[in-house]
Nanobody, 124 residues
Framework: QLQLVESGGGLVQPGGSLRLSCAASGFTLDAYAAGWFRQAPGKEREGVSVMSSESSASYADFVKGRFTMSRDNAKNMVYLQMNNLKPEDTGIYYC??????????????????WGQGTQVTVSS
């Protein structure tokens, strides 16, 4: 079965940290571009971070300097380290794998698989 499964979400206070994980099964993730996206209540889904198959990462302006995306090809996983979290970071976080990163944008072209999402809530 071809799937992506996220984990690591939860409730955290403002200023805190979380590390999201995305595990791929049924396919080799390092052959694809990967990314993290989020959707807040009442808002459209937006790109947070994307990474090419060559591990070049790009970030949305609202997370630059706070979030770091990484890959572990041996484990067939990607991660999102989130530091200095803010209430506006609250939402469901999804990982995705696809053909390639759209140049200059936090977008993956030709998405192959989406994960089911993991909830992140930043609140005191």
């Amino acid at each position: 079965q071809l799937q992506l499964v996220e984990s690591g979400g939860g409730l955290v206070q403002p200023g805190g940290s979380l590390r999201l994980s995305c595990a791929a099964s049924g396919f080799t993730l390092d052959a694809y571009a990967a990314g993290w996206f989020r959707q807040a209540p009442g808002k459209e889904r937006e790109g947070v971070s994307v990474m090419s198959s060559e591990s070049s990462a790009s970030y949305a302006d609202f997370v630059k300097g706070r979030f770091t995306m990484s890959r572990d090809n041996a484990k067939n996983m990607v991660y999102l380290q989130m530091n200095n979290l803010k209430p506006e970071d609250t939402g469901i976080y999804y990982c995705a794998a696809g053909e390639k990163v759209l140049a200059g944008a936090i977008v993956i072209q030709g998405v192959y698989r989406w994960g089911q999402g993991t909830q992140v809530t930043v609140s005191s």
